[in-house]
């Protein structure tokens, strides 16, 4: 009996401990209580099937030492150990991609006209901050141009998916992908040397998400844009996106499509229906929000803030050309006058705020001559159509940014 019992208790300390890991470094709510090192996290993800197989089979035998031997565990402790086992792996290993359910190959669009009767439905949910939006037309959308015309996303119906398809620009397939508690979208071409990716979402780490590739398991930060252990970092391209209010949008895109991800009724999927309702309206809508708060606490405790050359929780554009990072405040470029001419990276960069459609855009200048005027689609009024750049980030959390880049310049005039 004693040795039954000690190793009964052996094998469910072993099923218990890997399951725990799998929680704690593949759920991220964990980390709002328990924190891993970026190096520890991807351990466990690259041998999550090896601690699986070794966890389960120790339950397995544990139980099975249960059923010949019934009194080495009372049975109702030995049910609360099964549901924590299963709870733990099913958070780490299933959760995430059932959570968010990724769209990179099928996503529903409608016109500009249809969308209202959309977003009118999560007007009160459609921003995660302090302030709420008062009409429809208020509501932030990320806009990306696309071969086929304009595509507008929703923060709110971006931020259960993550990952969700776009379009063609010059030939080549493009998905935005989306982190709330960043606030942060980048449209991506889904491919790294030539390798097809098919994205899902992995975890969070540092408050911004970590896709993987289902394809060969890498997992990609979505800041960098590479692959954890591509040693040459190779990032897939990205693709110029801008943010406005679906007012703006509407006027200078009139055929634009809006992507709508509304949540089944019950009659249609209950359990989806319930799920996902708990998912965006609680879990997502509540935990995206904690960083929304004014305070100066992150809402997962995984920042140590340091740099406060701005307020921790400025929403910033910022733009990156090589190594060179410079993000800007929109107050700042307001009162330069709504044009600053720079040089980031060793590019000529123009940055405009557009007031009558509240938006700020950046053109390459390869010319480097000092432009005083440009509208939102680059054009300078003599002539000439300056490219978007494709780095711009809209409205991004400063202490996010800066913690993955942390030598970033702010606010640069030159």
Request: with cysteine.
């Amino acid at each position: 009996m004693m040795t039954a019992k000690l190793a009964f208790w052996v094998m469910m300390v072993i099923a218990q401990t890997g399951a725990f890991f799998l929680f704690k470094d593949l759920a991220d709510i964990s980390q709002w209580v328990v924190q891993s090192t970026r190096q520890f996290t991807m351990r466990i993800w690259y041998n999550r099937y090896m601690i699986t197989g070794i966890s389960s089979g120790a339950l397995i035998i544990a139980l099975t030492i249960w059923t010949i031997e019934p009194g080495v565990c009372p049975g109702a402790l030995l049910a609360f150990l099964v549901f924590v086992f299963i709870f733990n792996a099913y958070s780490g290993l299933i959760n995430p991609k059932w959570m968010f359910r990724a769209q990179q190959h099928e996503a529903k669009f409608v016109s500009v006209e249809k969308a209202p009767d959309y977003m009118q439905r999560s007007l009160h949910l459609a921003h995660f901050g302090p302030d709420t939006y008062d009409s429809v037309d208020d509501i932030n959308v990320l806009v990306l141009e696309t071969d086929n015309g304009a595509y507008a996303y929703s923060d709110y119906y971006l931020l259960q998916p993550h990952v969700v398809k776009g379009d063609t620009i010059g030939g080549e397939d493009v998905i935005m992908t989306y982190c709330g508690l960043t606030n942060l979208g980048i449209a991506y071409s889904p491919r790294i040397n030539q390798q097809q990716l098919d994205l899902t979402v992995m975890t969070q780490l540092k408050n911004n998400l970590v896709l993987f590739d289902k394809n060969s398991g890498e997992p990609i930060q979505q800041l960098w844009g590479a692959m954890e252990r591509d040693e040459n970092k190779t990032k897939m391209k990205e693709w110029p996106t801008i943010r406005m209010p679906f007012s703006s949008f509407k006027k200078l895109y009139p055929d634009g499509k809006v992507f709508i991800n509304e949540i089944p009724r019950f009659s249609e999927n209950p359990v989806i229906a319930l799920w996902d309702r708990l998912v965006r309206h609680v879990m997502m809508l509540w935990g995206v929000g904690m960083n929304w708060v004014k305070n100066d606490k992150p809402a997962f405790p995984t920042v140590d803030f340091k740099d406060k050359r701005l307020p921790m929780k400025e929403l910033v554009y910022t733009i990156s050309v090589e190594d060179d990072h410079v993000a800007y405040s929109k107050d700042f470029i307001i009162e330069r006058d709504n044009m600053i001419n720079v040089v980031i990276g060793g590019k000529n960069i123009i940055v405009n705020y557009n007031r009558e459609y509240d938006v700020v855009t950046a053109y390459y200048n390869p010319e480097g001559q000092a432009v005083s005027s440009i509208d939102v689609f680059g054009d300078t009024g003599d002539g000439k159509k300056l490219k978007r750049v494709n780095t711009l980030k809209s409205r991004i959390f400063w202490f996010i940014f800066v913690e993955f880049f942390p030598n970033t310049d702010v606010n640069r005039i030159m």
